[in-house]
């Protein structure tokens, strides 16, 4: 009888099932993304109904049917096998054995209640997201994917895939072993790996948490969940995204799904603008749609260029393939981004892909694994996929020539001529005041010029353009504010102040040493803060900035008390006061 009792208590438990099956369509609904009113009205109204479907399961187990409703099933049907009804069947057996266990049927009938229920919140999930009419992708022409258009029929990633993984090559950071960053919570690898996919034994894609027991995943393991987050998440997405969207074509799809990959939601406003854009900068800026949260606006935006270059033919996957990973994290916001529009000039579009960075081209990345050459090979023998030519810019004359000479300076850094860069970076600011990366080009030469020659007055000029660029940041915050940058002129003061600090050091003047070191040492605080306060997440700058802000603490300290001390066996009346002071217990410096 115990065992039987076990049985029952276990099947007992299918309240808990239904209402947790409700609570998954429930989260269902809340990642679907309706266009119209009607659509929104009917998701906001589907959540609470399904909310009070759980809400009404988990009540009517707790006060009804374990106490009240199964017990008086159960005595019902126990009635049904009474003796008297018994001695009428040939099965006394069978009547037997429902005579002592009548929670079976009780049990059974409860459930087809809950069937009930369950089915009608899965049809009502099915209206919401309206499946049996979504959009097709169809599969794009290798040697131009401007001419196909997205039409109705079946998703198919592997028409994509290709350019989506190079594009998420640049643009998401690897790693080979997970990592938890503040405000977050699950540890991950970067790149396609927030969550944990696999298939069950049906073939069903299934997504389940990561956790701080993560196990170590390589390269060409991490692509293929990169495969399995686009196939259940944001393919889904993309396609309610375009549904009934007469003017997205693949290359636009592309985009979408590279801007979207992380925040899927964003696809469906991007998608509306671009289906009425008309021209290429039109196409471009439909990707500065959707509300982007402050925090991480800067950031957003950088990561949208490169999806906007590549949608409206600015940039392919062969570009990116020669660009380097997550460069557009040192790219100056205001250089590519002015009130509301996307800079699409030549010689923006050069600045962008030619910025420097720790880490290899995307090409070499590939490389290095299976996955990775599969992909290089499609890219290169589909050939160059031609660019498409700006004939509606927007942009005033004056900032494609002002970044035309600072792409003319980065050159003469590169041939070491650094006072030829200084020249070049001093005309950009002067043709456009707003030129930010201008700024922060000059003080890296002007860094770099004494470092060439040991000259203080070098780096004091780099200091000076770092706080002139900081006050007109700081005069202007809407427009022209990126901390990420800010960060690093804060950086480039503190290694000239650094510097400065070393040459004094040098000449035998420790005080005039001490106080560039504390001043370096503020400007390597400061670049901490900053980049904290910014949105790239990049672990290896960040330590550097600290352990920089800390080397030049402990120097000033030191060279502090090396003085006092050299104060004190110079000076007998201090020496003497100090013998006093520490007698009576005061040991401050």
Known sequence: MANKKTVAEKIGRGPDWAAGKIDNIRRQLLQTYPESKLGQTAKVGGYFLLSLFSYMVKTFDIAIVNNVLLRAMEHGYKSLFTPEIKAQRADDKFSDFMQKNPWILSYLTYYMMLSGIVIGANRLMDDARDDSNIAKIEIVNDTDTDKEIIDSAVLSLDAYWVDIAVGLTELETYRATPRKYAGESRYTYGLGTTWIYSYDNNGKLQQTPSDNDTIVRDKDEN????????????????VRAVKNRKNITDRHAIAMLLAGYQR??????????????????????AFTAGKIPSRWRDGTLKRRW????YAAGIITANDLLKMRRDAFSSVDINNIYRNGHFLLGEQTVKYVMTRPSVNGTVEKFLSGFDAGLKILDVVKNRGIVAHTAIKDNLLAKNIEESMSLLNQGNAKIVSMDFKGAIELFQQAINIDADNMGAYSELADAY?????QNNDIECFQNAVNVVVKCNSRMNANKSLLMDRDVKAESYYTAGCARRAMG???????????ARENYRKAAKNFENAVYNYENGDVNDIEKLQMYIKAAKEMTTRGKRLGFNSGLKKLHNDDTIKNAAVVNFMHGDYTA
């Open 264 to 285: 899927p939601s964003d696809m469906v406003h991007i998608a509306a603008r671009l289906d009425s854009a008309k021209t290429v900068q039109e196409v471009a800026d």
């Open 223 to 238: 692509y293929e969940q990169v495969r399995r987050h686009l196939e259940f998440d944001t393919m889904p997405a993309l």
């Open 306 to 309: 490169v999806c906007a270059a």
């Open 447 to 451: 860094n770099k010029l004494g470092e």
């Open 502 to 512: 070393d040459i004094y050091m040098s000449r035998k003047m420790p005080d005039k």
